[in-house]
Nanobody
Framework: QVQLVESGGGLVQAGDSLRLSCAAS????????MGWFRQALGKEREFVAA????????YYADSVKGRFTISRANAKNTVYLQMNSLKPEDTAVYYC???????????????????WGQGTQVTVSS
């Protein structure tokens, strides 16, 4: 049974930092892309960042470039999202996801991901 378990969310002030973690289990993820998405209240789910497990290639949404960093720890089967200089507009539920067979620009789309975590709330106050 595939499980993606997010942790690390919370309530912070604008300008603060948070690190989200996603612990993956239940299958081999070595050829997957691992992504972070977020969904704010009343809005559609949007892509945040992704990383390829095998070579560490990364993708970022323009809105988070320079502020967020995605990384992975192979030995721990864990993906991280370091979020710096947080803004109120970063407030959302953040989801971890795994895509066994995506490539190129498809990595940006939620429909390319087969496995999802339950989400963790990030709230940034002004």
């Amino acid at each position: 049974q595939v499980q993606l378990v997010e942790s690390g969310g919370g309530l912070v002030q604008a300008g603060d930092s948070l690190r989200l973690s996603c612990a993956a289990s239940g299958r081999t993820f070595s050829r997957d892309a691992m992504g972070w998405f977020r969904q704010a209240l009343g809005k559609e789910r949007e892509f945040v960042a992704a990383i390829w497990w095998n070579d560490g290639s990364t993708y970022y949404a323009d809105s988070v470039k320079g502020r967020f960093t995605i990384s992975r720890a192979n030995a721990k089967n864990t993906v991280y999202l370091q979020m710096n200089s947080l803004k109120p507009e970063d407030t959302a539920v953040y989801y971890c996801a795994a895509a066994p067979s995506t490539y190129g620009s498809r990595t940006y789309f939620a429909g390319s991901y087969d496995y999802w975590g339950q989400g963790t709330q990030v709230t940034v106050s002004s």
